[in-house]
């Protein structure tokens, strides 16, 4: 795998806001690299930048948030260099994401063809010189491809006519609709029932395979990156503290918060066994104390965690942020 190039390399990237109460530290200096083809989770509570981190990476980051520091390259260009005019030829076209929250993303007074026509008309030239049916078919394969029953009929329906799972089918319709090299998909299924989630993540596998994209799935939960994604993220107060393939994330988690994590899920096989949330909630991103960030709510604390802690990498292209973790593994 690390013989190809990275799709995607971000590098030391921090973005910051300017609040009056001080620069909130939302993203403190991530190192990702995602390579052709693959599929990445990136998992973390509420508040650990996951959304800020990839806003970032597709340029939409606004006042009083900045890139601070650090460099994001898409295959040869360095995206923080780009100005407006050069981002959106990007944009939608090489790299999609669908964001966190479907009615607020979707334009409410637009029709749905008009919204996937207007990606169409700004990213594939070719298309939209073909005139408004092209156009109206294309949409409506894509309407069809993502499972959007009686397409024909509902090209002219506005977003809110349409169910929570229907609006994300569309915002995958509309993020696939140029055919990204690179789909982000945040929290895809957070407000949906289990029977809908299993559709819509199995829809986005489908169409990565069929298009050949690389994936990253953002996502609170730890079942749906064990089930879809090849390695995974995990993030904690701006910083990632642990990263490996999937497998050995979940099988064999070695930062406390991690295990955490694992640890709060509710489980059918285990139906009697309490579920276990971790204490506390992720703590001030404003001049964070130079010590373990999840050093006040971990259970495995001790004196050597009073400082700031480096993310160590580990064999098997596993990395973690625990001076812990790094002893027990030397000792194996
Ligand atoms: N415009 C803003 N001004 C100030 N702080 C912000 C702003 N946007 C985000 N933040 C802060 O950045 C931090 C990271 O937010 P982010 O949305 O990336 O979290 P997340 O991991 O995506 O959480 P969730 O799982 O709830 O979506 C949070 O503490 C948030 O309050
Ligand atoms: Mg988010």
Known sequence: MKSISPLLKIKNLRTYFDTHAGVVRAVDGI???????????????????????????????????????GSIRFEDRELTALNPRQYRDIRGKEIAMTLQD????????????DQIAEVLKEHDRDMAAKGPKAIRGWALEMMKLVGIPDAENRLNDYPHQFSGGMR??????????????????????????????????NLIAD??????????????????????????????????????LTGDVILNPLH???????????????????????????????EPASQCRFLPRCSEQSETCRTEIPLKTLSGHREVRCIKAKEETDKC
């Open 207 to 244: 169409i990565k395979e069929e298009l050949n994209m690389s994936v990253i799935i953002i996502t609170h939960n730890l079942g749906v990156v064990s089930e879809y994604t090849d390695r995974t993220v995990v993030m904690y107060a701006g910083q990632i503290v642990e990263s490996g």
């Open 102 to 113: 479907s009615l607020t993303a979707l334009n409410p007074s637009i029709k749905i063809i």
């Open 31 to 69: 190192d990702i690299d995602l390579y052709p083809g693959e599929c990445l989770g990136v998992v973390g509570e509420s508040g650990s930048g996951k959304s800020v981190a990839f806003l970032s990476v597709m340029g939409l980051i606004k006042k009083p948030g900045r890139i601070a520091s």
């Open 256 to 286: 406390p918060y991690t295990k955490g994590l694992l640890k709060s899920i509710p489980r059918l096989s285990e139906r009697d066994k309490a579920i276990h949330p971790i204490p506390g909630q992720v703590s001030g991103l404003i």
């Open 168 to 201: 994300q089918r569309i915002m995958i319709a509309i993020a696939l609709s140029c055919k990204p090299k690179l789909l982000i998909a945040d929290e895809p299924t957070t407000a949906l029932d289990v029977t809908i989630q299993a559709q819509v993540l």
